[in-house]
């Protein structure tokens, strides 16, 4: 029963995923979508980790691990571009 | 069963809070604010689903006593301080790189920064 | 040192899989620690790690100031968020505070916390150790830190100084 709820949640995550890529086409300035790109890495790591009870399967969880701090590591890279030291 | 109540009610407030960020995306009028909702909602809401995976891992142990619930345990809480420390980095950096970029906050009654740059003495 | 023995155990954790550790995954962890140990030493020759920050009362003192101050605070921002949302009533601005911290990791938990707290996200520090910071809504255009975010710059100053 409670798996089907995770299924669920995890399904309501995907969505508000694709809803959040409506800022990242159209914002009107770098940083906005800069902001809805982070926002989307920090959902996708979210249903990594529901996917991780649904599947039963650790192996969702490290790449939950490795997928935020690779997120991170492509957020800063943005934020120095904005900067205009790349 | 009493530990996967307590799942569902985490996964019910975690999906509370991240509408709030996508919401707060479209509803915010510039990029500091957007920042506010999109860091602080998401990262709580995604906490919480951190939280209901660890306590569903924790209820399945004690009915199973498998190990393998220890590891699922373990790594989700490894994923927890990773999104803790990095939410809040990435938010600094965006918020500072936009600022030297010269994107000035929308509507703000006050802006210190801008004052102590163009005096020039702070920052660089 | 430090450097080494924290990546080995973290290896050895993230590759425990319920029942024992094989050989060749500590031939392999103690590869990559020396890997990372040497990539630590060729970026930073000069940083030393202060002594200080392998006190356990620290780590403890740490693990409280998560689960208690920092959990609240968190707690209160997002409702006080959500309500913003919401009602739209926002007033932001950026404000400047000096809190008198010098070594870095203490400024950095300090601007990590006060991203997560209520109403306030750090855009800016500058070598004199003054935070800008930006408000969502104002009361008071020279804010006290109290103000702002209550007793953390004394719990980043205990914990990390």
Not at chain 1, 56 to 73: C, G, N, R, W
Not at chain 3, 89 to 108: E, M, N, Q
């Amino acid at each position: 029963m409670t798996v089907h709820f995770v299924w669920f949640v995890a399904a309501v995550m995907g969505i508000l995923a694709v809803a959040v890529l409506g800022r990242l086409i159209s914002g009107p300035t770098v940083s906005d979508r800069a902001v809805a790109l982070d926002t989307f890495n920090t959902f996708v790591v979210g249903i990594m980790l529901l996917l991780a009870v649904g599947y039963d399967s650790v192996v969702m969880v490290d790449v939950a691990i490795v997928y935020a701090a690779l997120s991170f590591v492509g957020t800063m890279f943005i934020a120095r571009y904005i900067e205009g030291e790349v | 069963m009493a530990f996967f109540i307590l799942v569902i009610a985490a996964l019910l407030v975690s999906v509370f809070f991240n509408s709030l960020g996508a919401v707060s995306l479209y509803r915010f009028p510039d990029v500091y604010t957007r920042l506010h909702g999109a860091t602080k909602c998401t990262t709580f809401g995604t906490i919480f689903i951190a939280v209901a995976v660890v306590l569903y891992a924790v209820g399945r142990l004690l009915e199973s006593g498998e190990n393998r619930f220890w590891v699922l345990i373990i790594h989700t809480l490894v994923a927890m301080m990773v999104l803790l420390v990095t939410n809040a980095t990435g938010a600094h950096a965006i918020a500072r790189a936009s600022h030297r970029s010269g994107l000035a906050p929308a509507k703000a009654v006050v802006d210190r920064l801008e004052e102590s740059c163009s005096r020039g003495g702070a920052s660089q | 040192m430090f450097i080494f023995f924290a990546s080995f155990l973290m290896y050895l954790l993230l590759v425990w899989s319920g029942s024992g550790i094989p050989m060749i995954e500590v031939v392999i962890g103690l590869l990559m620690a020396t890997v990372v140990t040497f990539a630590y030493k060729t970026w930073h020759p000069e940083k030393r790690l202060s002594k200080r920050g392998l006190d356990p009362r620290r780590w403890f003192g740490f693990v409280a100031y998560l689960f208690g101050p920092f959990a609240l605070g968190l707690a209160k921002a997002n409702i006080d968020v959500a309500k913003r949302v919401i009602t739209g009533k926002i007033r932001p601005g950026i404000v400047k505070v000096t809190p008198a911290l010098k070594s870095d990791v203490a400024r950095t938990l300090l601007a990590d916390s006060i991203t997560l707290t209520p109403g306030t996200l750090t855009v800016d520090i500058d070598d004199a150790g003054a935070f800008y910071i930006h408000w969502l809504y104002v009361e008071d255009e020279n804010p006290s830190e109290e103000q702002l975010y209550g007793n953390f710059a004394h719990w980043a100053r205990r914990l990390a100084e």
